[in-house]
């Protein structure tokens, strides 16, 4: 069976290479499912939750912000400017941001935007420890 | 003790102390040289892979955006120095600030009025001492940039850019950077951000990474101008944050070396003014024998 080679790449450094089964993305049209011998394919990410199914082992969820996603010839390459592994975030302290940062209101784009991102990073972190992601 | 010895025995104090600090410089501007390479080599994967993407975008869409094309009469354009914050880095910030006063006069001659966008204390510090107009500046992160910094600065321009020639904005882009090439060789370049030209020569030399192939036949979401529209500001981001990592790998290696050649020459220093004082000593010792001889001397002829 042919498999997916990922590779996960922040600005400042690589979050996670590796062999897939499958990568589930959020674009601005809707989440894309990526399988091996998927048609070539660069699309825009929205900011939300990468969720990889590698070849062994646990899934992963990664919380990426700002990025895209290149595919082809099997071989998936996702770019953000920050991306954090889920194992890697710590969900109090994120959930606690996520609580700061609706307080503020959404006034300022700014504060919706660090809304956001904390969401992400929670729902990421969530999807992580609950027994399926789909 | 006579009085030229002890003089010799301050100076040699003082060039002690003076040596111990540009030591303990040397020794700290190579640890963060280290680092500070390190982050220059994990940012690379993100340059190629977004290069990639950009030629790919653009070797399929039209490429005829603003970020792409050349205005006919260029009226302004915006002027990127990174120096650095501090000094004691030899010729570090002032090969920049010539560098840029270089491409300013250029671009004067051409008829085109610079805008000033300043990194770095020490270049700060010139364009206020003369009393220039300033555009923008940063300061206080040189040694250490993050994407955050970047991310300002890039917004910053960007801004200038998008906004009309007639009520201010500018028509280009300019970077001028220290290149890091190795520990002993750091080159000032300046380059063009925007428009962008890079995108014909990533396209042949992403052809030629892959042999004859052209790109595969991506499928673009949501369209191939979209997606080169949102990439392009991320690649005038990641271009300046390169920027900056380079010319914080420079100015550390920069300051190693200036500080090297400062223990070095303290060193050479000390030497000279030990031997100088071990021969005032000597003469001090022999004019004090000369006299206790003529003295005795003196005593057994009365």
New interface residues.
């Given amino acids: 069976m042919s498999e997916l080679s990922v590779?996960v790449?922040?600005?400042?450094?690589?979050v996670w290479v590796g062999q897939a089964k499958s990568i589930v993305a959020k674009?601005?049209?809707g989440e894309?499912g990526i399988l091996p011998g998927h048609?070539?394919?660069?699309?825009?990410l929205v900011n939300g939750v990468v969720r990889i199914e590698p070849i062994d082992g646990a899934k992963v969820a990664i919380a990426v912000h700002?990025g895209?996603v290149?595919m082809?010839?099997n071989e998936v390459?996702i770019?953000a400017?920050v991306a954090e592994l889920a194992s890697d975030i710590d969900l109090p302290r994120a959930e606690a941001a996520l609580a700061r940062a609706k307080a503020a209101g959404e006034e300022s784009p700014e504060a919706v935007a660090a809304a956001h991102r904390a969401e992400t990073r929670v729902k990421a972190a969530t999807s992580n420890t609950a027994a399926g992601i789909h | 003790m006579g009085a030229q010895l002890r003089v010799y025995r301050r100076r040699i104090k003082s060039v002690q102390s003076t040596k111990k600090i540009t030591k303990a410089m040397e020794l700290i501007a190579s640890s963060r040289f280290v680092k500070a390479q390190q982050r220059v080599e994990a940012s690379l994967p993100y340059t190629q892979e977004l290069l990639r993407a950009i030629s790919a975008a653009a070797s399929h869409g039209s490429t005829k955006g603003a970020f792409v094309t050349e205005v006919e009469n260029r009226k302004r354009a915006a002027v990127i120095l990174i120096t650095a914050d501090r000094g004691l880095a030899g010729a570090y910030s002032s090969a920049i600030i010539k560098e840029g006063e270089g491409l300013n006069s250029l671009l004067k001659e051409q008829g085109v009025t610079p805008e000033h966008f300043l990194v770095g204390r020490k270049s700060v510090g010139y364009y206020k001492f003369r009393e220039r107009k300033i555009a923008q500046s940063w300061t206080g992160f040189t040694d250490q940039p993050t994407y955050e910094h970047a991310k300002a600065i890039a917004a910053t321009v960007l801004e200038a850019f998008d906004k009309p020639t007639a009520e201010g904005g500018v028509d280009e882009i300019h970077l001028v950077y220290t290149h890091f090439v190795n520990m002993a060789v750091q080159q000032v370049r300046v380059r063009r951000i925007l428009p962008v030209e890079i995108i014909e020569a990533t396209k042949e030399e992403a052809a030629e990474k892959l042999g004859s192939k052209v790109f595969p036949l991506y499928d673009f979401e949501p369209s191939p101008e979209a997606v080169l529209e949102a990439l392009i500001p991320r690649y005038v981001e990641n271009m300046i944050y390169t920027a900056l990592l380079l010319a914080a790998a420079s100015e550390h290696a920069a300051r190693r070396r200036a500080m090297k050649s400062a223990s070095d020459n303290a060193e050479e220093l000390i030497r000279t003014l030990a031997r100088q004082a071990n021969q005032a000593r000597q003469a001090e010792i022999t004019q004090e024998i000369s006299e206790i001889v003529g003295g005795a001397d003196a005593l057994t002829s009365a």
Avoid: K, M, N, Q
């Avoid at chain 1, 790449?9 to 690589?14: I, L, M, N, Q």
């Fill in positions: 590779s790449v922040a600005v400042d450094r690589s674009t601005p049209e894309i048609e070539p394919v660069l699309s825009l700002g895209f290149a082809d010839t390459r770019l400017e």
